[in-house]
């Protein structure tokens, strides 16, 4: 798990408003960088996810910005809605002929109206 | 919905004893992964089935095990429970030889060893 830090630990945003994390990974084995998103009582689910050779990528409101060099990658929520408000873990792919994740250790994000 | 389903929902015993996590993945789904949820380690990978056969193992205690039968259904075994064991179990699934085919979730097995 210290392979990969996340930051911040929670994050409180205005309706509206623009929502930022952050991921810094170590291993330069990872070859597939996913944001999950997990609301209470349920588990985990894809939001969106980046391949190393693309700099951003954007699906509707959710973009992740990748940089490769600084071994980083980040989540946009733009116009952040109270229904975002969940935990986000980045959670990059060991590529090593496995397809298991290692998550970070999550943001707690609260929309507040 | 995700199709993973994972019984029970929640299950409370004491130190010592010995239980079983069920997990059924998607249809269709070779690969099925679990994951230990607690809140001071954040999610942690433990061990991937493909088909059966173990393919990858993350940090899986030895009083752990867990298997795929040939239905692909998977059990997770947890014996000679400790406090700290307490956590929430994840199983997830996934279809191989997609390209960064994405693990689909269930919804957790929440253990409290008392």
């Known amino acids: 798990q210290q392979q990969v830090k996340q930051s911040p630990q929670s994050l409180i945003v205005q309706k509206g408003g623009i929502s930022i994390i952050n991921c810094a990974y170590e291993n330069t084995a990872f070859d597939y960088f996913p944001w999950y998103q997990q609301f209470p009582g349920k588990g985990p689910a894809l939001l969106i996810a980046i391949r190393p050779d693309v700099s951003e990528k954007k699906e509707g409101r959710f973009t992740i910005s990748f940089n490769k060099s600084a071994k980083q990658f980040s989540l946009h929520i733009m116009d952040s809605q109270p229904g975002d408000s969940a935990t986000y873990f980045c959670a990059p792919r060991n590529g090593a002929g496995a397809n298991n994740l290692f998550f970070g250790t999550g943001t707690r994000l609260t929309v507040i109206p | 919905d995700s199709g993973v389903t994972q019984t029970p929902k929640h299950l409370i015993t004491a130190t010592g004893q010995r239980v079983t996590l069920r997990c059924s993945p998607r249809?269709?789904?070779?690969?099925v992964y679990w994951y230990q949820q607690s809140l001071d380690q954040g999610l942690q990978f433990l061990i991937q089935y493909y088909n059966g056969e173990e393919r990858a193992k993350g940090n899986i205690l030895e009083r752990f095990s867990a298997q795929q039968f040939p239905d692909l259904h998977s059990e997770l075994n947890l014996s000679s429970l400790e406090l700290g064991d307490s956590a929430l179990y994840f199983c997830?699934?996934?279809?191989?030889?997609?390209?960064?085919?994405?693990?689909?979730f269930g919804n957790g097995t929440r253990l409290t060893v008392t």
């Open positions: 997830a699934s996934s279809v191989e030889g997609e390209e960064n085919s994405p693990l689909h």
């Open positions: 249809s269709g789904d070779l690969s």
